[in-house]
């Protein structure tokens, strides 16, 4: 039997998806975000294994919290690296009545239809109700120099779900100097204006509680100094990347 490599879990999640979540967080990220607060999920090694009946059953002791709206989101880390456990976890889930949510950046998307991944993810998408899916930076130069990898599949698999019409929120980290830029937020909503699936749009602030992870594990924190963005700023970039402002 499959298992997935588990991070760790939140019971009682309000913010990741509808509703009262139920929010696993995987193991294995190829992203090198510099503001990851997730730095100790790039490993893909754990300790803790489980099969997907496992951690469904585990799940399930929490179902009285979730009312109608919420169920269990998936995080990490990138969970599309694990596509085989997460589509093996979702089916269950799914058969059991479980609204089903991935937090994902795509960055394993591969648009190749021919690809062995792309038609697990057309499995995935059977058994996923929403995506939260993350905008590290729209330039393709930009994000390689903010992540360490270019964004093309990211953005070829973000038109892939606009295509098959699966329910997306959209997630922009505002980082002054990087990503608080007004052309590159302009461009970010013309983007956007291209999909047809999305619900929701959050700007979530910078911030530097991932800098202890970073230090702990011997890797530098190169956004050291780097202030969270004013709440005026914040503003600024939801009313644009909404088509507000």
């Not at 997935?4 to 913010?15: D, L």
């Not at 098959?164 to 052309?183: A, C, F, Q, S, Y």
Request: aromatic share 10%; with cysteine; net charge negative.
């Amino acid at each position: 039997m499959i298992q997935g490599a588990i991070h760790s879990i939140e019971t009682f999640g309000s913010v990741d998806g509808p509703g009262i979540r139920f929010i696993v967080f995987l193991k294995g990220c190829k992203l090198r975000c510099k503001y990851c607060h997730n730095a100790d999920t790039w490993d893909p090694k754990s300790e803790d294994m489980r099969t997907p009946q496992e951690l469904l059953d585990f799940a399930e002791r929490y179902r009285g919290y979730w009312g109608e709206d919420g169920g269990i989101t998936v995080s990490g880390g990138e969970p599309l690296l694990q596509i085989d456990f997460l589509i093996e976890f979702f089916k269950m889930a799914k058969e059991r009545g479980i609204n089903t949510c991935i937090d994902t950046a795509l960055q394993p998307f591969d648009e190749d239809r021919n690809s062995e991944f792309f038609g697990k993810f057309e499995e995935l998408m059977k058994y996923t109700d929403l995506l939260l899916v993350d905008i590290k930076h729209i330039n393709r130069d930009e994000h390689i120099e903010l992540t360490g990898l270019p964004n093309d599949n990211i953005i070829a698999g973000m038109k892939y779900l606009s295509e098959i019409g699966k329910p997306i929120w959209i997630r922009h980290v505002l980082v002054p100097g990087i990503t608080d830029n007004d052309e590159y937020l302009k461009q970010t909503r013309a983007f956007i204006e291209t999909l047809n699936n999305v619900q929701k749009i959050e700007v979530l602030p910078y911030h530097s509680m991932g800098q202890h992870k970073f230090e702990a594990l011997g890797i530098p924190y190169k956004l050291v100094g780097v202030e969270s963005p004013t709440a005026d700023r914040v503003a600024n970039a939801t009313a644009i990347l909404r088509g507000e402002a």
